[in-house]
Every structure is written in structure tokens, then in C-alpha cells.
């Protein structure tokens, strides 16, 4: 079966090729969202023109681009978006599409389809009410779910995206319901940043030990969903390495886990003006590698340091409980997105369901609060602090002592823990663009180390490193519980060609 045209190679990864491509081609959008990370509303100044759209999607295919999806604003509002889809497609790359589908009439579709669009994802973030208010415009989430409908209609491959915010928790397994009826089979959800309208709204954002009660729900859905043709699909700021992160990042492959952000590895994104960043959501400030107009697009993506932020990324780069944490060298704190937003420096990810699972255990948890608004611009965020509480929210006099440094050796750490600090907050921004570069040595020229791989403890599902003789989560040994689960498979396997023979052949 012929994989899908995202799916990553090693070859991928180790020629940090930009295999998928997400392009804001405006910044005009007919909505209003409380969340929108990019305070889309009117078009940028400065949009790149037709031809020069036509440039950039020629450069894309020579880097080895194997998907592009369209977004904004919203991309039906720029009036070339179905030449720009024609294009791409004449490239040999595929067409997607992200839409909030206010405006989405039956005609802008069956011209998208007829220039070549292949899918298109709705982003539906509630249920009526709470969507409509999120979203800014009554009527929005009906308007929404008929775009999904009429997409299908015309052949579309249909998805549905929603951001996860600290209201819809409630309504996820109504939801699920709802769009496996109006034919969706795919469903992406990330968690809501602090980034835009989302910072002036902190109230929209799920604490970090809220982790607790979402993961499960999500691998409980994860699990229903397959049984019905329908298939979650956790965004990157969504994990990590938890008991359930064998059971939706490979989508059923185990041999697939979190393996570290990929943002400028095999990832870009691209806004209206030209502006390359390694990934779409990140802050234009920290993370721009240039502009179209001035420089190439291979020179944006192989040569500046704002792209190569991770791969030069190690151990080193982590502060606060990654900088400890058993998975560190693997996972090096998770989506740059969530974090550097937060705090103004990335490498410290609270939002994490290992560590929540981890301070639990403590009886502790983490809780994010407000300290700086955010100024008002695209791509901007304010900062917040993290505090350090006891698991009911008790004042700090009530928590029980952090993990000892013998603790944290037993758990796989080889470096000190430090101790948990109340009111924790980020130092000043660091300068991304010296971030990994030796004197004299073009980002080109770096060695790019991919993450290693993990071993699953068949006691508790959880990943521990390869050479682990015991899991350091549940304790149980390794071998042996490999040996107990290999026998089930193959008990398994007999009883179902014993069955198998029992049917009738057709």
C-alpha cells in the first residue's frame, strides 16, 4: 500500500528535506477567534503577487516539498487561491487545505476541486455555542459543518481540526459523534497556545495537570474512533510519553513515538509576505530565517540559524524539569511552539503528560499564570510564570519534598535534579539566531543527530531506552515481560487460524 505522501523516511530526516509545507497565502479572514495565534483579520501588507506565489511554489518542489497545505486568514478570501492550487498540483506536489469555512460556498469548492485540491480540514472547535463564541460570528460552527459536507460531496478528503481549549474538554465525546456522522474520518486536535488572542484570553487555556484528566479521555476516544473508521489524530504539542503514546502517535505502528520537534527539519511555514519560519505557528520575531524577495528559498532553509534551531538542539539547550527529565535526549522538551510563547524561551515544556504524571506522584502539580500581556501584533505572546503547587492547589507549605537526586538517578537521570522553584519564570529571550552555530560553520555544514529510539515496557506501555533492563516506571523486568507478551501474540495467532479454518470458505 502506497504510504501517504507526509508519511517521513529516515532519507527525510536525514536530509532535512521540507517534505510538508504550511502556507499562509493571506492574512484576510471572515472570522473573529478568541485563539487565533496570528490575530488574522486583514491582509498583510506586502502579500506576495501571483507570479511571485508561482516562484515560491517552483522553489518549494525543488527542495523536495511533497504537500503544501493552504491556510491563512482564510485562503478562499485571496482571489488567485485556486491558480495557486493548479500550480502546485502541476508541480507534482499535493493540495490540502485548513479552513474555518464561514464564507465556503458550494462554487469556491467545485472550483477548488477542479483545480486540484485533494482535502480540506474544517476546524470546528465546540459544540454550537461555545464554537460561535469562540469563533466570533453566530452561525459559524452550522456554516461549518456544511463546508464539510459539501467538500465531500466533491470528493474532497475531509478532516476536522479542533484546538483544544479548557471548555470543550466536556464536549469532546459529543463531538467525536458528530463529525464521524457527517462522514469525517480524520480528526486533529492540538492544545490551545498562548499565543495572539489566545495570550488575551488565558481563561481558553488548559492548566498543564489538566493533562491528567484529558489523556486519558483522548486514548479512550482514540480506541472507540478505530472501531468506527474514524481516526484521532494528537497535534505535536499534544503527548509526551505517557501510557498513551503507544496508542495514537504511530496510529497503531508502536515503533513510532515522539522523537522531538521538527520544526525547520522537515517542516516550514510560510507567511503571505514571503517570510519563511521553520514551522507555521512560530513567533516571526525569534524564528524568521529570512524573506523570499531577498534571498532563495533553499538559502532560507539550509543556511540561516533561525531554521536550524533543532536540529543542533541537545540536552544542553533544556532547562527547568526537561533539562532531567529520563527523556530528554529524545523528546528535548516537545512543541519550541508551546513553550517559547509561555515563557520567551523555549526548552521547558509543562505541558507534558509524563511530568504531570510524574509531580502527581509527588503530589504536586504545575499551574501557568499571566504576568505580561501580550503586545497586540501577529505571532506575539506575553509571558507567564509557572508555579509550582501541592496537588489539591494548597499553598506551597503543603508539598511534600521534590524527588530526591537518588530518586531521579533510579528513574534513568544521570544529571542532579534541581529542586522545584514556586513562581518559576523564564530568563530574558535568548537570541535564537546564535542558538547551536559554531564560529566559522555554516548550519549547512552541522551535524544533524537524530533522536534514538525507544524500547516498550510491555508491563505499564510506556517507552524506557533499549538498553533498560528494568522499566523505570513500573518496575518490572524487561525481557521477561517480553517474552510473556511475545507468547500471548503467538497463542493469539493460533487460536485465530484455528478459527479461520472453522469458517466458511467463500
Same mark, same amino acid.
Given at each position: 500500500?502506497?504510504?501517504?505522501?507526509?508519511?517521513?523516511?529516515?532519507?527525510?530526516?536525514?536530509?532535512?528535506?521540507?517534505?510538508?509545507?504550511?502556507? +499562509?497565502?493571506?492574512?484576510?479572514?471572515?472570522?473573529?477567534?478568541?485563539?487565533?495565534?496570528?490575530?488574522?483579520?486583514?491582509?498583510?501588507?506586502?502579500?506576495?503577487?501571483?507570479? +511571485?506565489?508561482?516562484?515560491?511554489?517552483?522553489?518549494?518542489?525543488?527542495?523536495?516539498?511533497?504537500?503544501?497545505?493552504?491556510?491563512?486568514?482564510?485562503?478562499?478570501?485571496?482571489?488567485?487561491?485556486?491558480?495557486?492550487?493548479?500550480?502546485?498540483?502541476?508541480?507534482?506536489?499535493?493540495?490540502?487545505?485548513?479552513?474555518?469555512?464561514?464564507?465556503?460556498?458550494?462554487?469556491?469548492?467545485?472550483?477548488?476541486?477542479?483545480?486540484?485540491?485533494?482535502?480540506?480540514?474544517?476546524?470546528?472547535?465546540?459544540?454550537? +455555542?461555545?464554537?460561535?463564541?469562540?469563533?466570533?460570528?453566530?452561525?459559524?460552527?452550522?456554516?461549518?459543518?456544511?463546508?464539510?459536507?459539501?467538500?465531500?460531496?466533491?470528493?474532497?478528503?475531509?478532516?476536522?481540526?479542533?484546538?483544544?481549549?479548557?471548555?470543550?474538554?466536556?464536549?469532546?465525546?459529543?463531538?467525536?459523534?458528530?463529525?464521524?456522522?457527517?462522514?469525517?474520518?480524520?480528526?486533529?486536535?492540538?492544545?490551545?497556545?498562548?499565543?495572539?488572542?489566545?495570550?488575551?484570553?488565558?481563561?481558553?487555556?488548559?492548566?498543564?495537570?489538566?493533562?491528567?484528566?484529558?489523556?486519558?479521555?483522548?486514548?479512550?476516544?482514540?480506541?472507540?474512533?478505530?472501531?468506527?473508521?474514524?481516526?484521532? =489524530?494528537?497535534?505535536?504539542?499534544?503527548?509526551?510519553?505517557?501510557?498513551?503514546?503507544?496508542?495514537?502517535?504511530?496510529?497503531?505502528?508502536?515503533?513510532?513515538?515522539?522523537?522531538?520537534?521538527?520544526?525547520?527539519?522537515?517542516?516550514?511555514?510560510?507567511?503571505?509576505?514571503?517570510?519563511?519560519?521553520?514551522?507555521?505557528?512560530?513567533?516571526?520575531?525569534?524564528?524568521?530565517?529570512?524573506?523570499?524577495?531577498?534571498?532563495?528559498?533553499?538559502?532560507?532553509?539550509?543556511?540561516?540559524?533561525?531554521?536550524?534551531?533543532?536540529?543542533?538542539?541537545?540536552?544542553?539547550?533544556?532547562?527547568?524539569?526537561?533539562?532531567?527529565?529520563?527523556?530528554?535526549?529524545?523528546?528535548?522538551?516537545?512543541?519550541?511552539?508551546?513553550?517559547?510563547?509561555?515563557?520567551?524561551?523555549?526548552?521547558?515544556?509543562?505541558?507534558?503528560?509524563?511530568?504531570?504524571?510524574?509531580?502527581?506522584? =509527588?503530589?504536586?502539580?504545575?499551574?501557568?499564570?499571566?504576568? +505580561?500581556?501580550?503586545?497586540?501584533?501577529?505571532?506575539?505572546?506575553?509571558?507567564?510564570?509557572?508555579?509550582?503547587?501541592?496537588?489539591?492547589?494548597?499553598?506551597?507549605?503543603?508539598?511534600?519534598?521534590?524527588?530526591?537526586?537518588?530518586?531521579?538517578?533510579?528513574?534513568?537521570?544521570?544529571?542532579?535534579?534541581?529542586?522545584?522553584?514556586?513562581?518559576?519564570?523564564?530568563?530574558?529571550?535568548?537570541?535564537?539566531?546564535?542558538?547551536?552555530?559554531?564560529?566559522?560553520?555554516?548550519?549547512?555544514?552541522?551535524?544533524?543527530?537524530?533522536?534514538?529510539?525507544?524500547?516498550?515496557?510491555?508491563?505499564?506501555?510506556?517507552?524506557?531506552?533499549?538498553?533498560?533492563?528494568?522499566?523505570?516506571?513500573?518496575?518490572?523486568?524487561?525481557?521477561?515481560?517480553?517474552?510473556?507478551?511475545?507468547?500471548?501474540?503467538?497463542?493469539?495467532?493460533?487460536?485465530?487460524?484455528?478459527?479461520?479454518?472453522?469458517?466458511?470458505?467463500?
Amino acid at each position: 500500500m502506497e504510504k501517504p505522501r507526509r508519511f517521513l523516511s529516515d532519507d527525510d530526516r536525514e536530509a532535512l528535506r521540507p517534505v510538508h509545507v504550511v502556507w +499562509e497565502i493571506t492574512l484576510a479572514c471572515d472570522l473573529k477567534c478568541q485563539h487565533c495565534g496570528s490575530r488574522a483579520g486583514k491582509r498583510r501588507t506586502g502579500e506576495l503577487t501571483t507570479e +511571485e506565489c508561482f516562484d515560491l511554489i517552483r522553489q518549494m518542489a525543488r527542495l523536495g516539498t511533497r504537500e503544501v497545505t493552504l491556510i491563512g486568514g482564510e485562503a478562499y478570501l485571496r482571489r488567485d487561491w485556486t491558480e495557486l492550487i493548479r500550480e502546485i498540483r502541476a508541480q507534482g506536489m499535493d493540495c490540502t487545505m485548513q479552513t474555518g469555512g464561514l464564507h465556503l460556498t458550494e462554487e469556491r469548492i467545485r472550483q477548488a476541486a477542479e483545480a486540484g485540491l485533494q482535502a480540506g480540514g474544517v476546524s470546528i472547535d465546540g459544540l454550537p +455555542e461555545l464554537h460561535d463564541r469562540l469563533r466570533g460570528v453566530k452561525g459559524s460552527f452550522d456554516a461549518a459543518l456544511k463546508a464539510l459536507r459539501l467538500m465531500r460531496e466533491y470528493g474532497l478528503t475531509t478532516s476536522v481540526n479542533t484546538q483544544i481549549t479548557a471548555p470543550v474538554i466536556p464536549q469532546l465525546r459529543e463531538l467525536m459523534n458528530l463529525f464521524i456522522e457527517a462522514g469525517a474520518k480524520n480528526w486533529q486536535i492540538q492544545l490551545t497556545v498562548a499565543m495572539g488572542r489566545a495570550a488575551d484570553n488565558p481563561e481558553l487555556l488548559l492548566q498543564p495537570y489538566e493533562l491528567l484528566e484529558l489523556m486519558p479521555l483522548i486514548a479512550e476516544l482514540y480506541r472507540e474512533g478505530v472501531g468506527r473508521g474514524f481516526l484521532i =489524530q494528537p497535534g505535536n504539542n499534544i503527548g509526551y510519553f505517557g501510557p498513551y503514546e503507544s496508542v495514537w502517535r504511530g496510529s497503531g505502528d508502536e515503533r513510532v513515538h515522539w522523537s522531538s520537534c521538527n520544526a525547520g527539519e522537515n517542516t516550514m511555514g510560510i507567511e503571505a509576505d514571503g517570510t519563511i519560519k521553520g514551522c507555521p505557528s512560530l513567533p516571526t520575531d525569534a524564528y524568521a530565517g529570512g524573506n523570499i524577495r531577498d534571498l532563495t528559498l533553499a538559502d532560507i532553509w539550509l543556511k540561516t540559524p533561525e531554521l536550524s534551531f533543532t536540529r543542533t538542539r541537545t540536552v544542553e539547550d533544556l532547562w527547568g524539569f526537561c533539562r532531567t527529565c529520563y527523556y530528554a535526549d529524545v523528546c528535548r522538551a516537545g512543541c519550541t511552539w508551546t513553550t517559547h510563547v509561555l515563557f520567551g524561551r523555549a526548552g521547558n515544556n509543562p505541558y507534558c503528560h509524563h511530568r504531570a504524571l510524574e509531580l502527581a506522584a =509527588q503530589g504536586l502539580r504545575e499551574r501557568i499564570e499571566r504576568v +505580561e500581556m501580550a503586545p497586540g501584533k501577529p505571532f506575539d505572546h506575553g509571558r507567564f510564570q509557572l508555579l509550582l503547587e501541592s496537588i489539591d492547589g494548597g499553598a506551597a507549605s503543603s508539598m511534600k519534598a521534590p524527588l530526591s537526586n537518588e530518586d531521579a538517578t533510579a528513574r534513568g537521570n544521570t544529571k542532579d535534579t534541581p529542586a522545584p522553584i514556586i513562581a518559576v519564570t523564564a530568563q530574558p529571550l535568548v537570541q535564537i539566531k546564535s542558538a547551536g552555530k559554531r564560529a566559522g560553520q555554516k548550519v549547512s555544514d552541522q551535524a544533524h543527530a537524530l533522536p534514538p529510539p525507544l524500547a516498550i515496557c510491555r508491563g505499564c506501555h510506556r517507552y524506557v531506552k533499549p538498553d533498560a533492563a528494568a522499566c523505570p516506571h513500573c518496575g518490572g523486568d524487561m525481557a521477561e515481560l517480553t517474552r510473556a507478551h511475545e507468547k500471548k501474540v503467538r497463542t493469539a495467532r493460533r487460536a485465530m487460524r484455528r478459527l479461520l479454518k472453522h469458517l466458511p470458505q467463500s
